[in-house]
């Protein structure tokens, strides 16, 4: 343990005895500093037990002592050694008076004392102590490694928790709970979300200490260390504790960040492996080869042929990162290992691909995220999102290619309509005429209607109104002609005018389908 002026007394080989102060000599040493000077003060740094031989004190005069000794314990210092038989044969009253008031502990040092004596027995206790403290880290990374192999994170959580004699927690790159020691401390880990996803966004390595005095509700202070090489945390580490740790306790603490950093970048190794895996399942399923695919998914994403699952396909914004991205997998990734769901999140190209199981968390997880950013975002489009998405509807195996065209056909409309993610189940749902707002869309119906509206502006007739009530009505002549107000004749006349203008047959239903759509988009300009 550390010195304290105690334990220099109790010290027989240097003979110390207590002139004052005898009730705080429980007070650790930080050094032994020997001074002449009338105010040392300036020299001092705290902690400190000062040795003096009064050489240029009036150490008779009360006032000046009661000037010293107040100056003295100001500036931090534990203790008054005081050399006899060098300049004062014992030490004088007015400065035992004055440490006695002052409550500043003061030894009297005998003559045959060097003060090289003092200073290499706290020395040598220092050391000890560092040694000591050495000695209990290196035991502690022993058994945080020995944990960490046999037990995995939960292990060693549970180690460091002992070692530190308080509670650890690990959290995922969404800033999740994964694993916390003792069971006790999740609550408590769970609360710090906020400031793990904050720490988050700070360049790697990043440590932060949040809780203690300055939050009477956390009785607890905790330190918050990331995890991971990369720029962007994979990971990050609470430690929560009574007090600031101590020597050993911080040898443990930074063991832990180690073999957890060790333990994250194999992860990522193994990530990138099954990221492989999973492109090639994915090309294989959307080269219609769900058997093939199978055999290559095996235990690792063959849970996920299993079920339906759905489809989304992801489009970075212009002039974006990757960090949505990043971001956005490490959502749903991290969704799926807390549930234990399997998921397939594939980057292609300036898209990123996602299987997810369908009703799932992963899913779920993406989606919310998706609406989140679309509901905090104050401009239109996905620019300030990062990414824009379309989900498919729910789909198997054999399908897939299916689904992934109905995935892209729901980013397109959110595109079009500068929302962040679409999912192709509301827009099939829904009437096809809110699509008729797009631009080019309308540009095909103005121009497709505009030789009949030229005709019906010269006062000849009304063409477009006509071919309207007769197409609403299906082609029925009395029907559409009542609608009206005309007679039946004067309809079939007007409808030989439409076709002899646009040079295309009623007849035809694709026809008829388009002058019915133009019409609709018109409509709506």
């Known amino acids: 343990m550390s010195p304290t002026l105690a334990s220099l007394v109790r010290h027989t080989a240097l003979r110390l005895t207590v002139r004052a102060g005898g009730d705080h000599l429980d007070v650790p040493v930080r050094w032994a500093h020997a001074s002449e000077l009338a105010d ?166 990043a440590s932060a200490v949040v809780g203690g005095a300055d939050e009477p509700e956390e009785a607890d202070r905790v330190e918050l260390h990331t995890l991971g090489t990369s720029r962007r945390p994979r990971a990050a580490l609470a430690v929560g504790t009574a007090n600031a740790p101590g020597t050993a306790e911080r040898y443990a603490v930074h063991s832990a960040v180690a073999l957890l950093t060790l333990t994250t970048e194999r992860s990522r190794a193994l990530q990138a492996a099954e990221q492989r895996i999973g492109t090639a399942m994915l090309r294989m399923l959307l080269a219609g080869e769900p058997d093939h695919a199978r055999a290559v998914a095996g235990d690792l994403h063959g849970a996920l042929l299993d079920a339906p699952f759905r489809v989304v396909v992801a489009e970075r914004a212009e002039t974006t990162s990757d960090e949505p991205f990043v971001v956005l997998a490490d959502i749903v990734e991290s969704a799926a290992a807390r549930a234990g769901e399997a998921v397939l999140v594939v980057p292609e190209g300036e898209r990123l691909v996602v299987l997810a199981k369908d009703g799932g968390a992963a899913l779920a997880a993406g989606v919310e995220h998706a609406s989140a950013l679309e509901a905090g975002r104050h401009t239109p489009g996905a620019e300030e999102a990062g990414f824009l998405a379309g989900v498919s509807a729910p789909t198997g195996p054999a399908a897939a290619s299916v689904a992934y065209q109905q995935a892209r056909q729901a980013l397109s409309v959110a595109r079009r309509r500068g929302r962040v993610c679409v999912e192709h189940d509301l827009v099939a749902a829904g009437s096809v005429l809110p699509l008729l707002a797009d631009d080019a869309v309308r540009a095909f119906a103005d121009g497709l209607l505009r030789a009949l509206r030229d005709h019906d502006a010269t006062g000849r007739g009304d063409l477009v109104a006509s071919l309207r009530a007769w197409l609403s009505r299906h082609g029925q002549w009395d029907a559409a002609a009542a609608e009206l107000g005309v007679h039946r004749h004067t309809l079939r006349y007007r409808m030989r005018r439409v076709e002899e203008i646009l040079g295309r047959s009623l007849d035809d239903p694709d026809v008829r389908m388009e002058l019915w759509l133009a019409l609709k988009a018109t409509d709506r300009s």
């Open 40 to 205: 040392p003060v300036p020299y001092m740094e705290g902690g400190e037990l000062l040795l003096i031989t009064a050489l240029k004190l009036d150490a008779e005069d009360p006032e000046a002592m009661s000037r010293y000794v107040r100056r003295l314990v100001g500036a931090g210092v534990v203790g008054l050694g005081f050399a006899v038989g060098v300049h004062y044969a014992d030490i004088p009253d007015a400065l035992v008076r004055a440490a006695e008031d002052e409550g500043l502990p003061l030894l009297e040092v005998p003559r045959r004392t060097p003060f090289i004596a003092i200073s290499k027995a706290v020395s040598a206790a220092i050391a000890a102590d560092q040694y000591q403290a050495v000695t209990a880290g290196f035991a502690a990374q022993r058994e945080l490694t020995r944990r960490a192999l046999a037990d995995g994170p939960e292990g060693l959580l549970s180690a460091l928790a002992g070692q530190v004699d308080g509670w650890a927690a690990l959290y995922d790159a969404s800033g999740a709970v994964v694993a916390v020691a003792p069971a006790w401390a999740g609550r408590r880990a769970a609360r710090l979300a906020a400031d793990v996803r904050r720490l988050r966004d700070r360049p790697a390595p």
